[in-house]
Structure formats: structure tokens, C-alpha cells
């Protein structure tokens, strides 16, 4: 299975501020990347899909990159509604596996 | 409006069975692969299993193959997972999930509508 580890696990920001959420792969899964939002009590919401296509009605302070084993997660301009949970996730191949996630908190 | 709900979760004793449901309203559905994510308490995701869309081809997490199967009625708009065997380490939130393509091993795949859940809890 391909191992999929986040960094950091969490972190403390404020409105406004930029962040920046890693993801690596075990093995080479090319842009094969996909970026969920979860909230408390809520079911995940896509993202980003192959790396860097914003979904449908994603704001486009969200942003994503990478190929290969190692891709990032941009959010800039941090707004309230922001601070959240976040998950990558490879569909390289099967099993799909995700990172154990990243939780933005409130500095 | 697309919507997936699922029912079937609840109590089991470990080595025990539950079939989980999932209806779905709103789309298309034997266009569409489908899966079970599964998230344990205050822990992250894990995929558990998908079936495709038309051909019902199935995949499964290594650490449910053998005990769970995924299933789907295309003339009922509903999805299943039938879990034998429990153990205690099944116990989390079930999500059924929409995947954006009709086949599970497109790698540009994702899974774009999730239900809100049902919980399965494994214990004596």
C-alpha cells in the first residue's frame, strides 16, 4: 500500500495568514493527489483533485501543487471558515489511502 | 440535489454482522463508482472499499478483504456493505461516497459527494 504522510499534523494560524500543508508519498504516484476539508461533526469535502484542479465552487485562495511524491496544500489568506482538518489522498492505485491529516487551529 | 443517506449502522458484539445501506437521490447512479470511507473516533480516513459503476467490479482495504463486501442495486439507487466477522478496531463513522468516475481504478479519480455518515460500534 502507498503510504501517505502529512506534515505537520497540526498547526495554529491567524486570519489572514498564508498556510502551507505537505503531503508525501512512499512511492512515485505523479499528480495522482487529491486534498479534502473536514470540519468537526461534518463529512469531508473535496478540494483538490490531480494535484492542482480546484473543484467546483472551491474558493480560489485554496491551492494545490506537487508531482511525484511530494505536494503541498496552499491556503492563503486564511478566513474563518478555514480552520478545519485536512486530508490528502492518492488514487494512484487501490488500496486508496489517505494522510492522517492536518488540523488548523486559531493562534 | 445529490444525496446520499445511509442506515444500518448500530451495536454488534465482536465476531457479529451488520449490512450497512446507502440510498441515493440526485444523479445517475449505476454511472457512477461508489465506495465506504470509514473513520474511527477522533482519527483520520481510511477507504475501505469501492465497486464500479455498471460492471460492479469490487475493491476492498486489505484490512477488510474476506469479512466485508460491497455491493449495489443500480434498480434500487442503493449501495451495501455487508461486514462479517466484526472486531472491535471496525468500530467508526461508515461514509458512503460518490466517485466522480463510473470505474474505480481511474487514477484521476475522487470522491466528490459524501453522505453524513452512520455509526457501527463493535463491542461486548
Known amino acids: 500500500d502507498i503510504q501517505m504522510t502529512q506534515s505537520p499534523s497540526s498547526l495554529s494560524a491567524s486570519v489572514g495568514d498564508t498556510v502551507i500543508i505537505t503531503c508525501r508519498a512512499s512511492?512515485?504516484?505523479?499528480?495522482?493527489l487529491n486534498w479534502y476539508q473536514q470540519k468537526p461533526g461534518k463529512a469531508p469535502k473535496v478540494l483538490i483533485y490531480?494535484?492542482?484542479s480546484l473543484h467546483s465552487g472551491v474558493p480560489s485562495r485554496f491551492s494545490g501543487s506537487g508531482f511525484g511524491t511530494d505536494f503541498t496544500l496552499t491556503i492563503s489568506n486564511l478566513q474563518p471558515e478555514d480552520f478545519a482538518t485536512y486530508f490528502c489522498?492518492?488514487?494512484?492505485?487501490?488500496?486508496?489511502?489517505f494522510g492522517q491529516g492536518t488540523k488548523v487551529e486559531v493562534k | 440535489e445529490v444525496q446520499l443517506l445511509e442506515s444500518g449502522g448500530g451495536l454488534v458484539q465482536p465476531g457479529g454482522s451488520l449490512r450497512l445501506s446507502c440510498a441515493a437521490s440526485g444523479f445517475t447512479f449505476s454511472s457512477y463508482a461508489m465506495s465506504w470511507v470509514r473513520q474511527a473516533p477522533g482519527k483520520g480516513l481510511e477507504w475501505v472499499a469501492a465497486v464500479s459503476g455498471s460492471d460492479s467490479n469490487t475493491y476492498y482495504a486489505n484490512s477488510v478483504k474476506g469479512r466485508f463486501t460491497i455491493s449495489r442495486d443500480n434498480s434500487k439507487n442503493t449501495l451495501y456493505l455487508q461486514m462479517n466477522s466484526l472486531r472491535a478496531e471496525d468500530t467508526a463513522l461508515y461514509y458512503c461516497?460518490?466517485?466522480?468516475?463510473?470505474?474505480?481504478?481511474?487514477?484521476?479519480?475522487?470522491?466528490?459527494?459524501w453522505g453524513k455518515g452512520t455509526t457501527v460500534i463493535v463491542s461486548s
Open positions: 490531480v494535484a492542482s
Open positions: 512511492q512515485r504516484i505523479s499528480t495522482y
Open positions: 461516497v460518490k466517485d466522480v468516475y463510473g470505474i474505480v481504478v481511474v487514477v484521476e479519480d475522487y470522491m466528490d459527494v
Open positions: 489522498q492518492q488514487s494512484f492505485n487501490i488500496p486508496r489511502t
